[in-house]
């Protein structure tokens, strides 16, 4: 079974100061793993993703992840926070088994930003 | 292109009824994937569904039950709803029916906010 630990239900930085969200997970497997943001009344967009390859990941919005497999995390981080950047933030794993790709999220990290 | 398109956004229904939502994959995505969403349980998958079938199922009751059309849309439906249905049902799609592909990620909609009173 796959599973992932996000660390701070409610982080808040200030505007310009660097974001870093935790996510530690737990896969049998070479996982997966994601981050998706939601913004109020909306979806869920995807930021970033790490498949195989190069462990840091660039995504949108200036956000980057680092894959770290000794230390089973993938850290979110922005080196300057944005106003629009407050949203909720998921961190997803999931592995390549065909038949059984389901997400499996963690519990959401609440960023807001203070001006 | 059009992303994935769910209906209704918003619904309210009363203890007991049921309810059919929809969605509208992408053009060209056969896997349909079905999430719910609640304040208490977080995300959680309910089924996914490729070329019609459905591939794999997460953990909840029977009452809660989807398909696909040969269109690649699927609906969703829940009976004999419950307070604790109350939630965020969120639709994705990807091209294929595998995420090995690296880039075949799932793409999310809206979602349809369900209340029942």
């Known amino acids: 079974a796959q599973s992932v630990t996000q660390l701070g239900s409610h982080v808040s930085v200030s505007e310009g100061a660097l974001v870093l969200l935790r996510c530690n997970y737990s896969s049998s497997v070479p996982p997966y793993l994601f981050w998706y943001v939601q913004y109020p009344n909306q979806g869920l967009q995807l930021l970033l993703k790490y498949t195989t390859g190069a462990t840091l990941v660039k995504g949108i919005n200036g956000f980057e992840a680092e894959f770290k497999k000794s230390e089973t995390s993938f850290h979110l981080t922005k080196p300057s926070a944005h106003m629009s950047d407050a949203a909720e933030y998921f961190c997803a794993v999931t592995s390549p088994n065909f038949g059984n790709e389901k997400l499996t999220f963690g519990t959401g990290t609440r960023l807001t930003i203070i001006p | 292109k059009a992303g994935v398109t769910q209906t209704p956004r918003y619904l309210i229904k009363t203890r007991g009824q049921q309810v059919t939502l929809s969605c509208s994959p992408i053009s060209g995505h056969r896997s349909v994937s079905w999430y719910q969403q609640t304040p208490g349980q977080g995300l959680q998958f309910l089924f996914e569904?490729?070329?019609?079938?459905?591939?794999n199922k997460g953990n909840f009751p029977g009452r809660f039950s989807g398909r696909q059309f040969s269109n690649s849309r699927s609906e969703m439906n829940v009976s004999t709803l419950e307070l604790g249905d109350s939630a965020l049902y969120l639709c994705?799609?990807?091209?294929?029916?595998?995420?090995?592909?690296?880039?075949?990620?799932?793409?999310f909609g809206a979602g349809s906010r369900l209340t029942v009173l």
């Open positions: 569904y490729f070329s019609e079938t459905q591939r």
């Open positions: 994705a799609s990807r091209r294929t029916g595998s995420s090995s592909l690296g880039a075949n990620v799932l793409t």
